[in-house]
């Protein structure tokens, strides 16, 4: 069974920090292209970061860059989104994403940055 599972959300004030985890399973992590997406309500869902399959090839949205840092660690088959200098503007739900031929995506994890 295929899962993704997302942890590591929660409030936070701006300017704080969180580090996202995407936990997967069921299928071979190490040769999957991973991401991170984001949902604000009434928006739509937009890519922030994404790491190649052995982690190589890195590239982030303009609105994260210098605060966002993915990292993958193919032995845990874990995912990370290290979140620094957060912003009001950064409160969403946040996905992870796998695709290789195909996609899986987790449920999300609610990131909220306020005061």
């Known amino acids: 069974q295929v899962q993704l599972v997302e942890s590591g959300g929660g409030l936070v004030q701006p300017g704080g920090s969180l580090r996202l985890s995407c936990a997967a399973s069921?299928?071979?992590?190490?040769?999957?292209?991973m991401s991170w997406y984001r949902q604000a309500p009434g928006k739509e869902r937009e890519l922030v970061a994404s790491?190649?399959?052995?982690?190589?090839?890195?590239s982030y949205a303009d609105s994260v860059k210098g605060r966002f840092t993915i990292s993958r660690d193919n032995a845990k088959n874990t995912l990370y989104l290290q979140m620094n200098s957060l912003k009001p503007e950064d409160t969403a739900v946040y996905y992870c994403?796998?695709?290789?031929?195909?996609?899986?995506w987790g449920q999300g994890t609610q990131v909220t940055v306020s005061s």
């Open positions: 994403k796998a695709v290789n031929m195909i996609t899986f």
């Open positions: 069921g299928f071979s992590f190490s040769m999957y292209h």
């Open positions: 790491v190649s399959s052995n982690g190589g090839r890195i």
